[in-house]
């Protein structure tokens, strides 16, 4: 069931812990690295100087750039419109394809590879990512090699893409999942860049929304379904209600964590003409519109309950992470204007959109079974 996949999800998130329980992995290891001759101590606060990386003064291991640079935390992007899908569908029909799931997930993967890769490339080119020293560009020194891996990744996922296509028979899933790619390209890429005129979170929302987890859904349908249905011919998923709630949802805790990542970004963005909304709009506004985004969330979950577009196992489920929305909201309020902190904004973000994912699947899949309606 698609639960197998979401379960994952806590494994990519779990090591976060709100700033005032728990130091960053970095403050930890330079904390013990203190006890050790010849050491070079390195605070929280330091390390978050310079947004995600460290201050200038201070030595990171090549390991712990590559850690960083890894994301991967964002990588729940992949996994939560693929598993809310395949639920949606597990919802509307009783079937999972685990292979099919899973050859997903991988291209998924690969895809958010290259987008995070080709990121790095075009930054570089502009000089947004000059003193970013967890950038795969900088780490690496090679501008070609980080962008033939991003293409060969592309290339990869595209594969993998193509191959569930083929056994699901249905060209709504192939033409969604591209257009999502191609939002994904036209964000960044010359020569549309159009993260760079603020249109970043519009293009998030439509992508990992309505596009993607609308195309992991149609995934699930069947060429062979003659066995369960007594006719040959391809088995077409209608687009229900339901998937169509669950990705909107879906798609705005995808944007939050695009939207907070800006924060700690601003003066840097500033300098090479990247006009993201918070380069508009300013830390104060911004605060403010995380704390709608939030809000919106939970309005619009009660609304598709009530209105019967989401099963009450969802809407229950979901609601118990509202502590987590909270704890989002409090934390951009107290530090927006504080870059040594707020670039954990958007990892907090992740959490509550991995968490919010699971949620609402595991209330898609608890609704099939009778346990909840």
């Known amino acids: ?40 101590q390195c605070s929280a606060t330091a390390t978050a100087a310079s947004g995600e990386g460290a201050g200038d003064d201070v030595e990171l291991s090549r390991g712990t750039l590559l850690w960083r640079a890894a994301k991967l935390p964002i990588y729940s992007v992949a996994l939560v419109p693929l598993t809310v899908g395949s639920a949606c569908a597990y919802h509307h029909v009783g079937s999972f394809f685990g292979k099919r799931y ?16 080709s990121n790095d490339v075009y930054d570089s080119d502009t000089g947004a990512d000059k003193n970013k ?42 033409l969604s999942v591209t257009c999502a790619i191609i939002c994904g390209y036209v964000y960044q890429c010359p020569p549309f860049r159009l993260s760079y005129r603020g249109l970043g979170e519009p293009l998030c929302f439509a992508a990992f929304g309505p596009l993607a987890t609308t195309a ?29 709630a669950s990705s909107i949802l879906v798609g705005l805790t995808t944007t939050l964590i695009l939207f907070c990542s800006h924060f700690h970004q601003i003066d840097g963005d500033r300098a ?45 489920l979901c609601a118990l992470t509202l502590p987590v929305g909270k704890w989002v909201v409090d934390y951009v309020l107290k530090n927006h204007e504080d870059n040594s902190k707020i670039f954990m904004a958007k990892y907090y973000c992740v959490r509550l959109h991995a968490l919010f994912g699971m949620a609402l699947a595991s209330g898609l899949v608890l609704a099939r079974n009778g346990t909840l309606v």
């Open 216 to 244: 992991f859904y149609f995934s699930n349908s069947s060429r062979n379904i003659s066995r369960c249905f007594n006719y040959s011919g391809t088995a077409l998923l209608p687009l229900s209600k339901t998937v169509i």
């Open 1 to 40: 069931m698609p639960l197998a996949g979401i379960a994952l999800a806590p494994l990519l998130v779990s090591h976060l812990a709100p700033p005032h329980h728990r130091r960053s992995s970095v403050a930890s290891a330079a904390a013990a690295a203190a006890r050790r001759p010849r050491a070079v």
């Open 272 to 316: 090479v003409g990247k006009m993201s909304p918070l380069v508009r709009i300013g830390t104060k506004t911004g605060s403010r519109l995380v704390t709608l985004g939030v809000v919106t969330l939970y309005v619009l979950l009660a609304a598709f309950g009530m209105s019967k577009s989401l099963p009450s196992a969802c809407t229950v």
């Open 133 to 174: 020293k967890e950038s795969v560009v900088n780490i690496v020194g090679s501008r070609t090699m980080t962008q033939y891996a991003a293409n060969i990744s592309l290339l990869f996922g595209f594969m993998g893409l193509f191959w569930a296509f083929a056994q699901a028979g249905d060209a709504r899933f192939i």
């Open 102 to 117: 899973f050859v997903l997930l991988v291209a998924s993967v690969l895809v958010i590879t290259w987008l995070n890769l």
